[in-house]
């Protein structure tokens, strides 16, 4: 009997998500390139920059920033909403602009 439950459960075991988040680890000289980044990116855009503090320090979530954070810039005396869907091609701009930064600091360095 119990041969022939163990798969089910086994599988039913294996289907459950992990509630943890995945923390990629870097190197001290990476984080500081990308606090460099960051940085360059406040002075810039202090807007892409807040957007993804929020939303990779903070935790918040797209609909988060959209109504807390970006309706109040876009409309500041009115209920009026930004749309969540207009987050993510910020944070693909703001993540864009620090990659690129680090991209280009490295081929700086090599040559």
């Given at each position: 009997?119990?041969?022939?439950?163990?798969?089910?459960?086994?599988?039913?075991?294996?289907?459950?998500?992990?509630?943890?988040?995945?923390?990629?680890?870097?190197?001290?000289?990476?984080?500081?390139?990308i606090d460099r980044a960051m940085s360059v990116?406040?002075?810039?855009?202090?807007?892409?920059?807040?957007?993804?503090?929020?939303?990779?320090?903070?935790?918040?979530?797209?609909?988060?920033?959209?109504?807390?954070?970006?309706?109040?810039?876009?409309?500041?005396?009115?209920?009026?909403?930004?749309?969540?869907?207009?987050?993510?091609?910020?944070?693909?701009?703001?993540?864009?602009?620090?990659?690129?930064?680090?991209?280009?600091?490295?081929?700086?360095?090599?040559?």
């Amino acid at each position: 009997m119990l041969i022939k439950t163990a798969p089910k459960l086994c599988a039913k075991d294996a289907a459950k998500v992990s509630k943890r988040s995945l923390v990629g680890f870097i190197s001290d000289e990476m984080a500081l390139a990308i606090d460099r980044a960051m940085s360059v990116l406040m002075q810039e855009y202090l807007v892409l920059y807040n957007i993804l503090m929020l939303k990779f320090v903070r935790g918040y979530s797209d609909r988060d920033i959209a109504k807390y954070y970006l309706s109040n810039i876009e409309y500041p005396d009115s209920e009026k909403q930004v749309p969540h869907t207009a987050v993510k091609p910020l944070v693909t701009q703001g993540m864009g602009f620090v990659n690129g930064y680090l991209i280009g600091n490295k081929t700086r360095s090599i040559g």
